[in-house]
């Protein structure tokens, strides 16, 4: 025992000589110590009798097996020599790290610091950017595992955590790079990146990828030698082509496709006509999240920085090229078959059989007993028949239509009907003629149509010729007038086919117009363009149900037609439709529906007030009374801005919006009683809220009203709270705008004889002096210069 007391009085005495108690200590400085206690994750070392430092388990070593035989390194009595991270003056304390510091920090005194939440790390700023640097190779402890494709957090320091991304994990893309790694687990990564955020916290970025610490695994050889293999990571989108295999974990699913990772800072989209070859039944069932995909890129876009990727097994080439092959093969008019791929609120998108094209059939094309909620009347997959109504080769675009594809149906019973009795008459039947004529194709099968009308038309010349009563003349009249009947006869013939022609046209006519306008209705709404009918307002609507303005501009429309009853209605559909959730889409149909019967209502009062009253169960009450309040300001029923301020400042005595609002009004109408007004606002509003509301008020009174009124209330402010610059610099910008110089100036006098920081001296003096150079005074201006130097000669000394 005596030998042992010995040597610790002998080693008191060394640390000591090695470490003064009044020595200055700094960041980055190298000191020498002694453990005397292990504990879990620290060592604790004495420096000297009254300062003791600690070595954090993470701050020792960076390879794994190291980090778990800590206690086996750090044996009571060893002797450390280590770098000063940090220094606590009042618990005389030390934070060390082995290796040298990155950067040069001033003297540091470090708080406890709180626990780190998701990726933020809220240890000290400087201890973190002197400690870790770009490129540093850490040890670590896995402390959480993050959901999905989250990746995992890693603490490196007692305070500091680092989030390594999940494509960065392996070296090369495994479908489940999560296996292998559990929470507690000690690991080594390279520092990616530190970013700092907004809020002034700090992310940092980590690596567990072999390869870019220079030791790479046992894939290394397949690494290198397949520089093109999908498994390899792209880090940088200039390394993107289009074409390009690469490969991907899935991000998130929806309706329209999915993102896949791709590295750290890359996302990837793939449509939904891009995610596979057939049909997809379960988009999340077969696209969960986290799954490993191999894709080929469509197009990348290095300013926007978009990259699109096809899971499709034809290249993006060859899949254009037999994309304008198949579109050149279509033909307006032509009946297709194919697959409904998906169901839109707006349409059907429809695979078309045997190419490798997808065409919309509009809402609006459909026929007129499923128009509705298509979602519940058509399912994907389900096999249709459409007609073609357009193709836009340039654009790629394909307008298809499901009306009367059922008359035609009928048309073609009726017509197989026909030949049925043409063929027990002895005529040729349909059978017959497709033996005769094995090539016959769509366009052999539209001229035997053409003839089939041509014997029609004959038949109609033959009625038309029997209806005509027989001439009463002698057989000589008739042998002289010959080639006359003829000439008449012919002109029969001719009059019937016209007649005939007249009413096929004024029969196709409507369609054709209603084609047309349907159309032209689209063709705006691609444009952007507004709609001009009741028909096109329902139409966009039915796509966009959520959009108010879409609402009221149809409401306006109706107005437009004298129709107030059908605005009325749409209003009330519009709320009704509108999602619960949108609360400002049904607030601005409320307001609409203010103004609305504001107008036209019998009587306007008692009508808004009406509509009002069922508001309030809806919307936000103070929204709604800002709302109301701004309508009657707009139509000056200044009597009813009174009575609702007068509700509103009882309703909601704690907004300060609202004492404003009031203040605001009875300046503009040169009322009196602004400062009862004032009196009562500040015994009801929270003391917080005082700053907000003189402020605002003296400006208002500076603005409309009396300007002595409010220089007092910014001297009432600045009474007590004198060290608020910017309060002085609002109250400095009123008097300048009135521009009484001898006021500003000495306004500024006082400002500057404050007792202020630096920073916010500098602020004043600095507006000080651009005032005196507005106004071009060369001697004011030197004066201003002078009593600024004054001010920092006495602060420096």
Not at 9 to 19: F, R, T, V, W
Not at 421 to 444: Q, R, V, W
Not at 682 to 700: D, N
């Amino acid at each position: 025992m005596d030998l042992k007391s010995n040597s610790n009085a002998d080693s008191c005495m060394i640390e000591d000589k090695l470490m003064p108690e009044e020595y200055e200590i700094s960041s980055g400085q190298r000191v020498n110590g002694y453990v005397y206690k292990v504990d879990g994750e620290w060592a604790s070392l004495t420096m000297s009798r009254r300062l003791k430092a600690k070595l954090f388990v993470l701050d020792s070593a960076c390879e794994p097996s190291e980090l778990q035989e800590f206690q086996k390194r750090f044996y009571v009595g060893k002797a450390v020599t280590g770098h000063v991270l940090n220094y606590n003056k009042e618990k005389a304390s030390l934070r060390l790290v082995l290796h040298p510091l990155c950067a040069a920090s001033q003297t540091l005194v470090d708080g406890e610091a709180p626990n780190m939440a998701d990726v933020q790390s809220n240890a000290p700023v400087d201890s973190i950017t002197a400690h870790f640097q770009k490129g540093d190779i850490v040890g670590g402890r896995i402390s959480k595992i993050l959901p999905g494709v989250g990746g995992l957090l890693v603490q490196i320091g007692p305070h500091i955590h680092g989030r390594v991304h999940f494509t960065e994990l392996q070296d090369l893309l495994v479908p489940d790079p999560l296996s292998g790694y559990q929470e507690g687990q000690f690991v080594k990564s390279k520092v990616l990146e530190i970013s700092h955020s907004v809020k002034g916290t700090i992310h940092i970025d980590l690596s567990f990828r072999l390869s870019l610490n220079g030791m790479l695994g046992q894939n290394s050889a397949e690494l290198s030698n397949n520089q093109d293999a999908p498994s390899k990571h792209v880090d940088k989108i200039e390394d993107l082509q289009p074409g390009m295999f690469v490969q991907g974990y899935v991000k998130n699913v929806s309706s329209k496709g999915c993102f896949i990772l791709l590295s750290r800072k890359l996302d990837a989209k793939i449509l939904l006509s891009n995610l596979s070859e057939g049909f997809v039944d379960d988009l999340e069932k077969e696209f969960p999240i986290g799954k490993l995909v191999t894709g080929r890129v469509l197009s990348v876009e290095l300013l926007s920085k978009r990259i699109e990727v096809t899971l499709k097994k034809l290249s993006a080439s060859s899949a254009s090229k037999s994309e304008i092959s198949d579109l050149s093969r279509l033909r307006v008019g032509e009946i297709i078959s194919g697959r409904i791929k998906r169901v839109e609120s707006y349409g059907l998108f429809i695979a078309i059989d045997h190419t490798n094209l997808v065409g919309l059939c509009h809402m609006s094309q459909l026929p007129d007993n499923h128009i509705g909620n298509i979602e519940l009347k058509y399912r994907a997959g389900e096999k249709v028949t459409a007609k073609i109504l357009k193709v836009d080769e340039e654009r790629r675009r394909i307008s298809l239509g499901m009306k009367d594809l059922d008359v035609q149906d009928d048309m073609h019973s009726s017509k197989e009907e026909s030949d049925e009795e043409m063929s027990e008459n002895g005529s040729m039947d349909d059978t017959n003629a497709l033996k005769m004529f094995p090539e016959s194709s769509l366009l052999g099968i539209q001229n035997m149509d053409v003839e089939c009308e041509n014997e029609h038309s004959i038949l109609a010349q033959a009625e038309s010729r029997a209806s005509i009563p027989p001439l009463e003349v002698t057989l000589d009249d008739t042998e002289h007038s010959q080639p006359n009947d003829c000439v008449g006869r012919n002109r029969h013939i001719d009059e019937a086919d016209t007649i005939v022609k007249k009413k096929k046209q004024e029969k196709q006519k409507p369609k054709k117009l209603s084609e047309h306008e349907i159309s032209a209705a689209e063709e705006r709404r691609l444009e952007e363009d507004e709609p001009r009918t009741a028909d096109e307002f329902e139409m966009v609507i039915r796509s966009s149900p959520n959009n108010s303005f879409l609402w009221i501009e149809y409401m306006r429309f109706m107005l437009s037609l004298a129709d107030i009853e059908k605005a009325r209605s749409i209003a009330e559909r519009a709320l009704s439709t509108i999602n619960i959730r949108e609360e400002n889409e049904k607030l601005n149909i409320w307001v609409a529906y203010f103004n609305l019967e504001n107008e036209y209502g019998n009587p306007p009062e008692e009508a808004v007030k009406k509509v009002f009253q069922r508001a309030l169960q809806y919307c936000d009450p103070k929204k709604l009374h800002l709302a109301l309040l701004k309508m009657y300001k707009k139509t000056n029923q200044n009597k009813l801005v009174d009575e609702l301020l007068d509700k509103m400042i009882k309703k909601f005595k704690h907004s300060c919006k609202v004492w404003l609002k009031r203040v605001k009004w009875l300046l503009k109408q040169k009322q009196d009683g602004v400062q009862s007004v004032v009196q009562r606002a500040l015994l009801s509003l929270p003391r917080h809220k005082h700053i907000k509301f003189v402020s605002q008020t003296a400006i208002r009174e500076f603005k409309c009203g009396v300007a002595d009124r409010g220089r007092t209330l910014f001297e009432e402010i600045l009474r007590e709270y004198p060290k608020r610059t910017d309060l002085w610099s609002v109250y400095l910008d009123q008097e300048i705008k009135l521009g009484d110089v001898d006021v500003i100036r000495a306004l500024f006098e006082r400002a500057i004889s404050l007792s202020l920081p630096p920073k916010k001296m500098k602020f004043l003096f600095k507006k000080y002096l651009e005032y005196e150079k507005s106004l071009g005074d060369e001697k004011l201006i030197e004066s201003v210069k002078q009593k600024a130097m004054e001010y920092v000669q006495n602060t420096l000394a």
